[in-house]
């Protein structure tokens, strides 16, 4: 459902032969056909600047993931937890600071950080 197509479902329609996919034929104009390209063109591009978002809001977790990833290869929940939660802890106060921290002096997993078992 889009505010252009508005509440409709589009579909195709069946050739007659079963199990045939490549001849099913679209029961639409190509008017309506290329409304819903632009629609779907539209909500993708939405969707990658919201991806694109997420990815530089988490930049600093992302990071320091990759980092520890690199040299331990695996991790399980309790740590990948550690590692969200200091990064939370350093954007925070990288934002109040408006600088970057290189340390995880503040955060609430100091001492049992694998950040800080892997240097």
């Not at 629609?39 to 320091?64: D, G, T």
């Not at 520890?68 to 925070?92: P, R």
């Amino acid at each position: 459902m889009s505010e252009i197509l508005g509440p409709q479902a589009y579909g195709v329609g069946d050739s007659g032969f079963l199990g045939d996919e490549m001849t099913k034929r679209l029961v639409m104009s190509s008017e309506t056909a290329n409304l819903i390209d632009g629609e779907i063109k539209a909500l993708l591009a939405e969707c990658y600047s919201q991806a694109a978002a997420v990815l530089k809001e988490e930049r600093l977790f992302l990071k320091a993931l990759a980092e520890i990833l690199l040299q331990v290869e695996t991790i399980d929940s309790e740590e990948f937890e550690i590692i969200y939660q200091c990064s939370l802890t350093k954007k925070a106060k990288a934002r109040s600071m408006s600088e970057e921290i290189s340390e995880c002096s503040v955060c609430p997993a100091k001492g049992h950080c694998l950040e800080a078992k892997v240097a």
